[in-house]
T-cell receptor
Framework: GAGVSQSPSNKVTEKGKDVELRCDPI?????LYWYRQSLGQGLEFLIY????????KSGLPSDRFSAERTGGSVSTLTIQRTQQEDSAVYLC?????????????FGSGTRLTVV | QQQVKQSPQSLIVQKGGISIINCAYE??????FPWYQQFPGKGPALLIA?????SEKKEGRFTISFNKSAKQFSLHIMDSQSGDSATYFC??????????FGGGTRLMVKP
């Protein structure tokens, strides 16, 4: 597609439930990133995939968070046993490479609300 | 050393005025400095970027000024308009590494 697609756009879940957030990057982009943005806040890095290399998971806030990228394309971010503090907008971005001069293309995000 | 510090956190500018957002970095290996613009409900989008071999880059009403010796760069928005009201993020990286983002500046342009 022309841009980065994220689904669902909104998700309301009960505390303790698991959620899966999906990201479809731009075709051909080898790098894929997940960020979290709390209301009115900055971009909190979560995880980064580059080609076939092991992902950089250094930003994941707890072991309840995990992500995978299948076939070097679609990525899924999973949050287990959701907590109210997980409520945020989860943004996915992709790029040709980490240092691409064309920058990152972000999706519109998934707004997660844990009630 | 990977941090990029951005200021101010929020900014209110009159329509037609100049908006200025500043960023500072420590890592002298950084060689790419983009600015992203984010509207409510959307992801950030690349606005303008500069490399350290030039001190200024202008695209329309948007200008990046770069001071290599001070390790600072700034975004200037001339003749600010209501449509410029958004959150702006500076960022930096060097080849092969992912971007390090500043904390963001929420700009409001008042009529």
């Amino acid at each position: 597609g022309a841009g980065v697609s994220q689904s669902p756009s909104n998700k309301v879940t009960e505390k303790g439930k698991d959620v899966e957030l999906r990201c479809d990057p731009i075709s051909g982009h080898t790098a894929l990133y997940w960020y979290r943005q709390s209301l009115g806040q900055g971009l909190e890095f979560l995880i980064y995939f580059q080609g076939n290399s092991a992902p950089d998971k250094s930003g994941l806030p707890s072991d309840r968070f995990s992500a995978e990228r299948t076939g070097g394309s679609v990525s899924t971010l999973t949050i287990q046993r959701t907590q109210q503090e997980d409520s945020a907008v989860y943004l996915c971005a992709s790029s040709l490479s980490p240092g691409s001069p064309y920058g990152y293309t972000f999706g519109s995000g998934t707004r997660l609300t844990v009630v | 050393q990977q941090q990029v510090k951005q200021s101010p956190q929020s900014l209110i500018v009159q329509k037609g005025g100049i908006s200025i957002i500043n960023c500072a970095y420590e890592n002298t290996a950084f060689d790419y400095f983009p600015w992203y613009q984010q509207f409510p409900g959307k992801g950030p989008a690349l606005l303008i970027a500069i490399r350290p071999d030039v001190s200024e880059k202008k695209e329309g009403r948007f200008t990046i000024s770069f001071n290599k010796s001070a390790k600072q760069f700034s975004l200037h928005i001339m003749d600010s308009q209501s449509g410029d009201s958004a959150t702006y993020f500076c960022a930096a990286n060097n080849a092969g590494n992912m971007l390090t983002f500043g904390g963001g500046t929420r700009l409001m342009v008042k009529p």
